[in-house]
Nanobody
């Protein structure tokens, strides 16, 4: 059974940093494409960043230059380093995992259909 457990969320001031983690069990992080999404209640779940199985990275325009997605293969964990946080970054963040090496293309990676497994989310709060 695949399980994804996010952690690292919390409350920070604007301009601050957080590092989200997604620990996987029953799943090999290094072998597949994984991503981070975020969702505010009543709104569509938004793709934040993706890392393909070959290490290719893609980011939403809103987070480029501020967020970094990476894998910790030794501990089977996906990370999201978030710097220069803004109030508009505040929401619930979700880890997503696929069963493929790649998750779509530059224009389609943020479609939920590419991802089979989801975590329960971790809350990020950013105060101005």
């Amino acid at each position: 059974q695949v399980r994804l457990l996010e952690s690292g969320g919390g409350a920070v001031q604007a301009g601050g940093s957080l590092r989200l983690s997604c620990e996987a069990s029953g799943y090999t992080v290094s072998s597949y494409c994984m991503a981070w999404f975020r969702q505010t209640p009543g709104q569509k779940r938004e793709g934040v960043a993706v890392i393909d199985g070959d290490g290719t990275l893609r980011y939403a325009n809103s987070v480029k230059g501020r967020f970094t997605i990476s894998k910790g293969n030794a501990n089977n964990t996906l990370f999201l380093e978030m710097n220069s946080l803004k109030p508009e970054d505040a929401t619930m963040y979700y880890c997503a995992a696929s069963r493929g090496l790649y998750c779509g293309t530059t224009d389609s990676w943020n479609s939920r259909g590419w991802y089979t497994y989801w975590g329960q989310g971790t809350q990020v709060t950013v105060s101005s």
